[in-house]
């Protein structure tokens, strides 16, 4: 059993952060959608963030699965039918996992949430941020 498409709020969350985010990413990344990362040590664990930031060279690489090391920020928005405890799963998975910057949005209500400093399986550092306030996804060294 597939998961249905995401509803219109959703994606259009999703549409809106690339056309804001797309023309500041530094040169050499880029922005993908519908692409897993992997979990180290378990080929059978992965998540498909909503939009994953990445090297260019993603472009010409046969893997399935991206390196969560290579991976400079992961969007998951979260969906309407979702409950607080799948929202911190979620993040959860990406701090094991070492994914350096995971932004949770929640369209329902108008907040984010940038995690940072991965360590130890969670995240050291986390900003809430309401819609309309910018988000730095700078690099910020462990």
């Not at 519908?34 to 992965?46: E, Q, R």
Request: aromatic residues 6%.
């Amino acid at each position: 059993m597939t998961s249905p498409p995401p509803r219109g709020k959703h994606a259009g969350t999703i549409r809106r952060l690339r056309l804001q985010r797309d023309p500041g990413l530094p040169t050499g990344l880029t922005a993908y959608e519908v692409t897993s990362v992997a979990m180290p040590g378990d080929l059978d664990d992965y998540a498909t963030p909503d939009l994953v930031v990445l090297p260019e060279a993603w472009d010409d690489d046969d893997n399935w699965l991206a390196d969560p090391a290579d991976v400079e920020l992961a969007v998951e928005v979260i969906s309407q039918s979702e409950k607080a405890r799948d929202i911190s799963r979620k993040s959860d998975w990406y701090g094991v996992a070492g994914v350096r910057s995971p932004l949770v949005m929640d369209p329902r209500q108008g907040s984010w949430a940038l995690h940072t400093r991965p360590g130890d399986g969670s995240y050291q550092q986390s900003r809430p941020g309401k819609y309309g306030e910018a988000v730095s996804c700078r690099r910020v060294s462990p």
